[in-house]
Every structure is written in structure tokens, then in C-alpha cells.
Nanobody, 117 residues
Framework: VQLIESGGGLVQAGGSLRLSCAAS??????????LGWYRQAPGKEREFVAV????????SYEDSVKDRFIITKDITKNTLYLQMNKLKPEDTAVYFC?????????WGQGTQVTVSS
């Protein structure tokens, strides 16, 4: 399993970014995968942001990003997305893509998101 993130960058507060995570080594058509986004700010632990499943498309979000971030996936492109709106300086972090199913637990290399005030 390989995950490659892209789409990070520098944006002003209130702006938007869309992160992408291209997955290989498995298919989004397979049921049972949890596909998620996590982030890690300097000096802090990695934290959950959002997740979507391949089984029933259910989603879950960390409270601080609800109503601002949207997680989606394109099954034909095997790509996971995170649309981030109304960005705040506290959203600044390295964002990681994660794919998990039974004993499989893969991480991408991360993409930096910096939100200026």
C-alpha cells in the first residue's frame, strides 16, 4: 500500500485548500477500508481530522473541523480528498493520509498546510 499526498501550501485565514491522496496497492472498490486524514502541528501529537469508509461511505470529523472540512473519495481514481474551507491559523500542520483495514495500516509522507493570519 502506498499513499502520496499533495495540495498543501500557504493560504490566508479564511481561504480554502484541497488536499489529495493518491492510493496504490489496493482498491477503493474493496470494502472495509477506513481512509482518513490526520494532522500534526509543531510540538504536538498527530491528531485525527476526518475519515470515510469504503463500506458505506460513512464519515466522521474532529469537532474543530466540522462544517469547514469535507472528506470525499473518487473510487475511479483511487484518490482521497480533503476540502478545507474557512481555514484558521490553528489548522497549520502537516497533514497525513491514512489507509487502514485489518492488519494493514499505511501512512503517506505528509503535506504541509500553513495558514497565515
Amino acid at each position: 500500500v502506498q499513499l502520496i499526498e499533495s495540495g498543501g501550501g500557504l493560504v490566508q485565514a479564511g481561504g480554502s485548500l484541497r488536499l489529495s491522496c493518491a492510493a496504490s496497492g489496493f482498491s477503493f472498490y474493496t470494502l472495509g477500508w477506513s481512509l482518513g486524514w490526520y494532522r500534526q502541528a509543531p510540538g504536538k501529537e498527530r491528531e485525527f481530522v476526518a475519515v470515510i469508509t469504503t463500506t458505506d461511505e460513512s464519515t466522521s470529523y474532529e469537532d474543530s473541523v466540522k462544517d469547514r472540512f469535507i472528506i470525499t473519495k473518487d473510487i475511479t481514481k483511487n484518490t482521497l480528498y480533503l476540502q478545507m474551507n474557512k481555514l484558521k491559523p490553528e489548522d497549520t500542520a502537516v497533514y497525513f493520509c491514512n489507509a487502514r483495514r485489518f492488519a494493514d495500516n499505511a501512512w503517506g509522507q505528509g503535506t504541509q498546510v500553513t495558514v497565515s493570519s
